[in-house]
């Protein structure tokens, strides 16, 4: 049914608005006639109006001082002011007041008609104003949400390739909030130097869904590996800086990377382990027989005079020392490629811990360092000489990384929420450089000089067998955290624990 437009009559003639009512009702008009002021608001504030025919002298006020009130309770109508003692001031205010038309009387019914098709083509262009921009709000609405909610980051881009736009997953990714990002330039803000000419490359290609993938820098320093799709924006004109010209749509890939990595070092461990298995007895015969003759070797040397031993004992040292090396290294190959069982039995992880401080203190306090117990009780279920083996590696690692002066912390927690017990080892030291973190817990991945590069992947193995995970945190010139998560025993699995297991 078609909307009939409404005609509200403000005017004590009762005769005039009759006459009104007759001219405008078989014309369509749904005709309300109010006599005062009072009820002329009461009737807007109700139902509203198209159209208003308002007296300027009315019982209780002016015409031209209830115009503001009038539009204020229906905006989109249009009022004509009707009078029959016209005056200029009348004219002004009615002007000032808002409006459409300032009616003499007496007046033609056709020029009345007119006027009031006219007021209402204003009236209908009103609404249609209002119904296009409520329906653009409520579409940028929805667009501000899907890009809000989606699970890709998505970034605008203006022609100079600042950034616009930066939604809610963007900023869990990156650490940055909007307001740290928009307004910057996104090659200098979210991409690490070594990737930026590659990323602008794709930029500036030109080609529509282009894809690639780079890594993106968080706030904290860290990389995420993001593969990235470039879209040209369908409004970007190119010529205003403030349009969105492009779309930057990344899918955060760090985990499913990190997992296929995992599965290719499995994989190649698993063929290593093979051949490990073989050529361990071969090369550890030849090494043990090394090692005796180099024994045999330094008694003979030794029974010589001072004078006549020159650089020997030194050099048998050097040899004996990187023949220990190797073996050592062999060891860890073969500890990494080829785990042995492990046993499941509760471990007091606080005592297993004072144990290791009180074996490294000695070293500790020759270098200079002071290493600090904050262990809280907690019982966890794994072996009991893997489990040390892990917290022994930390420790050393820590240890080497910290200069005279410094301190390592270790210390456990319980972590109620997921069942495990924590144990940390911090130190103060340099920390790990940007770009290497990731890299850390790689099998032969290191940065010294005489590392084997297999510490930290077997920490990460062994903490893995026992369904636990590893955390690092680093920063450059404040030190290193390593946190080693494992499962907690249960209350009847604890009471049973023998003490110092």
């Known amino acids: 049914m078609a909307h009939r437009p409404v005609l509200l009559i403000v005017d004590d003639n009762r005769d005039l608005a009759e006459n009104l009512a007759d001219i405008f009702e078989p014309r369509g008009f749904e005709v309300r006639h109010t006599p005062s002021a009072r009820e002329g608001l009461d009737s807007a504030r109700a139902t509203g109006f198209d159209l208003a025919f308002v007296d300027v002298n009315l019982p209780d006020t002016s015409g031209t001082?209830?115009?503001?009130?009038?539009?204020?309770?229906?905006p989109w109508g249009e009022v004509v002011v009707i009078t029959g003692h016209a005056t200029l001031d009348s004219a002004v205010a009615?002007?000032?007041?808002?409006?459409?038309?300032?009616?003499?009387?007496?007046?033609?019914?056709?020029?009345?008609?007119?006027?009031?098709?006219?007021?209402?083509?204003?009236?209908?262009?009103?609404?249609?104003?209002?119904?296009?921009?409520?329906?653009?709000?409520?579409?940028?609405?929805?667009?501000?949400?899907?890009?809000?909610?989606?699970?890709?980051?998505?970034?605008?881009l203006d022609p100079g390739d600042t950034v616009r736009l930066f939604n809610r997953r963007s900023s869990e990714v990156t650490g940055f909030a909007p307001d740290e990002v928009i307004g910057r330039p996104l090659l200098a803000t979210l991409f690490p130097p070594d990737v930026r000419d590659r990323v602008a490359a794709h930029l500036a290609s030109g080609r529509g869904n282009d894809e690639f993938e780079a890594p993106v820098l968080t706030r904290e320093g860290r990389t995420r590996v993001v593969l990235w799709h470039v879209a040209p924006a369908g409004s970007g004109t190119g010529h205003d800086d403030e349009s969105l010209a492009r779309y930057v749509v990344g899918a955060d890939v760090t985990e499913?990377?990190?997992?296929?990595?995992?599965?290719?070092?499995?994989?190649?461990?698993?063929h290593m382990g093979t051949l490990a298995a073989g050529l361990a007895h071969e090369i550890r015969n030849p090494l043990n027989a090394a090692l005796l003759q180099l024994h045999l070797l330094g008694r003979?040397?030794?029974?010589?005079?001072?004078?006549?031993?020159?650089?020997?004992?030194d050099r048998v040292r050097i040899v004996a020392g990187e023949l220990r090396r190797l073996e050592r290294l062999l060891s860890d190959f073969l500890e990494l490629a080829r785990p042995r069982p492990m046993a499941r039995e509760p471990v007091e992880l606080h005592a297993m811990l004072d144990e290791l401080v009180t074996f490294h203190e000695p070293a500790a306090l020759e270098r200079g360092i002071t290493l600090v117990r904050r262990l809280s009780e907690g019982v966890a279920v794994g072996d009991r000489e893997r489990l040390k083996q892990v917290f022994h590696n930390l420790i050393v690692n820590a240890m080497e990384a910290t200069a005279r002066g410094g301190a390592v912390t270790v210390s456990s927690h319980r972590e109620?929420?997921?069942?495990?017990?924590?144990?940390?080892?911090?130190?103060?030291?340099?920390?790990?450089?940007?770009?290497?973190?990731?890299?850390?817990?790689?099998?032969?991945?290191?940065?010294?000089e005489a590392g084997t590069g297999l510490g930290l992947a077997i920490v990460r193995q062994i903490a893995e067998r026992h369904g636990g995970r590893v955390q690092l945190e680093s920063a450059e010139g404040k030190g290193t955290t390593v946190t080693v998560l494992i499962p907690a025993a249960s209350t009847r699995a604890a009471s049973k624990a023998p003490a110092g297991v």
């Open 256 to 270: 499913r990377r990190t997992l296929e990595r995992r599965a290719a070092e499995h994989e190649a461990l698993a």
């Open 65 to 74: 001082e209830l115009l503001p009130a009038l539009r204020g309770h229906s």
């Open 300 to 313: 003979g040397i030794d029974k010589l005079a001072p004078d006549d031993r020159g650089p020997l004992p």
């Open 416 to 448: 109620p929420a997921d069942h495990t017990v924590a144990v940390s080892v911090s130190d103060n030291g340099r920390g790990i450089p940007r770009g290497t973190i990731e890299k850390v817990f790689e099998p032969f991945f290191t940065t010294k």
């Open 94 to 156: 009615a002007v000032r007041g808002g409006a459409f038309h300032y009616v003499v009387k007496p007046f033609k019914v056709d020029d009345l008609v007119a006027t009031a098709e006219s007021a209402l083509r204003q009236v209908a262009l009103r609404k249609e104003r209002t119904r296009l921009a409520a329906a653009l709000e409520m579409s940028e609405r929805l667009y501000r949400d899907v890009v809000e909610s989606a699970q890709v980051l998505v970034v605008g």
